[in-house]
């Protein structure tokens, strides 16, 4: 027999947000920007976020000729910003997947898409890409770190203003009107 | 005194700008004319900062 698990309901700009269950809900906000508010049916969030982290990845990706994304953590190379740009997903996986064939010598897949390159290789890119490689980097971790806040987002639902004193107590677990998000 | 760099290297900035706005203003509320509000009210906030680290940096290097 099935087991009744109540959802999590804040109240936010006197509008009742059903988070359903905030760690799925998180969970695909990670693997897919914007799907956690789509299984949230806050769909209007979902296509805003969604729009927002895969254009700026894409066009991250662009701008470095595909090569700005991947994994590497070892003596030649940590690959700091990688901890950024993993926050935006599934579409960062091939780099993990490369980087684990890469420390078990086994062969590179997809033509060496998103494989951690050798140290030479990576002078090469920085040379023909110039600030091309840094502005894509950095627009892969901007999509990242974005997603990060939309899976905090997804979690707990919208946080109050830093400095909005007069948003404290809206927030509730005991919604009392019935209004629907946007979504 | 010139940029030292292409001035449409300052463009690149502008799709992040409008971008992080959005989510920035999107985590924050729920109703979509807040977010808007707040989306423009980010963007004013973060060019006013951006702008006038560029013109600090842009005195110093009139004295240089």
């Keep these: ?183 | 005194m010139t940029l030292q760099m292409s001035p449409t290297y300052l463009l690149l900035a502008l799709p992040l700008l409008v971008v992080f706005s959005f989510v920035y203003a999107a985590t924050r509320h729920e109703r979509q004319d807040l977010i808007l509000q707040q989306g423009w009210r980010t963007a004013i906030w973060i060019t006013a900062f951006l702008g006038s680290i560029f013109l600090v940096l842009w005195l110093i290097s009139l004295t240089l």
């Excluded at chain 1, 969030?45 to 994994?71: D, H, N, Q």
């Excluded at chain 1, 997903?89 to 060496?112: D, M, S």
């Excluded at chain 1, 905090?152 to 107590?169: C, E, I, T, V």
């Design chain 1, 1 to 183: 027999m099935a087991t009744y698990k109540p959802s999590k309901t804040v109240v936010v700009d006197e509008m009742t947000v059903d988070l359903k269950v905030p760690a799925i809900a998180a969970f695909w906000a990670w693997m897919i920007p914007g799907a956690g508010h789509f299984y949230q049916r806050r769909y209007r969030k979902a296509a805003l976020f969604s729009f927002c982290v895969f254009s700026i990845y894409l066009l991250g990706m662009l701008i470095g000729a595909g090569k700005v994304v991947y994994a590497k953590w070892d003596v030649e190379e940590k690959r700091w910003p990688f901890l950024c740009q993993v926050g935006s997903g599934i579409i960062t996986f091939p780099a993990v997947i490369q980087a684990y064939r890469n420390t078990k010598n086994q062969p590179l897949l997809w033509n060496e898409f998103m494989a951690p390159p050798t140290a030479q290789k990576l002078s090469e890119w920085n040379r023909e890409l110039a600030s091309g490689f840094d502005i894509g980097t950095l627009y892969t971790m901007v999509a990242g770190l974005m997603n990060y806040l939309i899976i905090f987002d997804a979690f707990f639902g919208p946080l109050p203003m830093p400095a909005d004193s007069s948003s404290k107590g809206k927030k509730s677990n005991n919604p009392s009107k019935d209004d629907t998000p946007t979504g």
